[in-house]
């Protein structure tokens, strides 16, 4: 049974970092493309930051250069790094994995496989 997990999520004041996992299990996640989305109360789920099996990575303008994302496909684990929070920021944080999403990277549609989600919460 595929299965994604986040977890690192918490409450931090602004300014403060996070990093945010998702382990994958159930089958190898190598070839899969990868991507955090977030949600906040009464919006839609917005594309955060994906990276794709062959290793590039994209982000949406909101986090550029305050967060970083990679994986370990060894550990069939991908990571968010979260640094100079904003309450902006606050939402419900997905992984989510599917095969071919290619350019298609900032549409939650495409993904295949979604984790229960972790919540951060930035104050100021």
């Known amino acids: 049974q595929v299965q994604l997990v986040e977890s690192g999520g918490g409450l931090v004041q602004a300014g403060g970092s996070l990093r945010l996992s998702c382990v994958a299990s159930?089958?190898?996640?190598?070839?899969?493309?990868m991507g955090w989305f977030r949600q906040a109360p009464g919006k839609e789920r917005e594309f955060v930051a994906a990276?794709?099996?062959?290793?590039?990575?994209y982000y949406a303008d909101s986090v550029k250069g305050r967060f970083t994302i990679s994986r370990e496909n060894a550990k069939n684990t991908m990571f968010l790094q979260m640094n100079s929070l904003k309450p902006e920021d606050t939402g419900v944080y997905y992984c989510?994995?599917?095969?071919?999403?290619?350019?298609?990277?900032?549409?939650?549609?495409?993904?295949?496989?979604w984790g229960q989600g972790t919540q951060v919460t930035v104050s100021s």
């Open positions: 159930g089958r190898t996640f190598s070839f899969d493309d």
């Open positions: 989510g994995a599917g095969r071919g999403v290619g350019d298609s990277y900032r549409n939650s549609g495409r993904y295949n496989y």
């Open positions: 990276v794709r099996w062959i290793g590039s990575n």
